[in-house]
């Protein structure tokens, strides 16, 4: 992801998470604020949004800020400080999807079966990642985002939500629930996570369903990548379990 799609992504997240917003602010903040969000370098984007919130502790902005800096860290691989960013937005504002999905959606991707934490980690983005799915259907369009622009970010983050729980349950050895999940975000979707078509289709062959373990794999081959051969080697291994017709 380019700084400049990260920022573009950012503003049109925030508007959505300021609708209803009436508190005024004075230009300064509201010029800092802006600042922000148009600085495309990442060290200056960290210099100004830890400014900002040193600043401007108590801001009805400061809630887009720690979003703003979480996906900065996030671009920069970062784990602690997108962690410690989510934590500070979501106790100012619990419902905001961007965090809960992305978040969500991280934790089982870096999951380590040997930390610590492991199992609370998998419990804190499952919980993420099914509040997201509650509260993106009542999520209120702001009048400066279009009818196809909202319901393409709606449908974007329900995607990263169902993927988030579908790599949950599959770190669980859950593979039905994970296959469920997964079927939501890559059966409609033109654009699939190619480790999401992977894991389904290790969903499907430990269900005993491997014709449909092939066709998930083979989605999966044709898209480049790290996982590119070991799809291509899943699809033909799933072939040949695939029971002769009668």
Known sequence: MQSGEMSQREMQMDNVNRVGQSEP???KQEAAYKQFFRANEPAKKIQLGTSFLEKYPKSPYAEAVDVGLMNVYYDERDW?????????ALALKPDDIDVLATVGWLIPHIYHPDDADADQQLDKAETYAKHAIEVIPAMAKPPDVTDAEFAALKAQKLIQAH????????????????MTELQQSTLSNPNPDATDLYVLGVDYENLKRFADAAAAYNRCGQLAGPLQDRCKQGADAAKAQVPPSK
């Open 80 to 88: 602690k400080n997108v962690y410690a960013f989510a934590d500070s």
């Open 163 to 178: 993927s988030a729980l579908g790599l949950v349950y599959f770190r669980r050895d859950d593979f039905q629930n994970s």
């Open 25 to 27: 602010v004075d230009p």
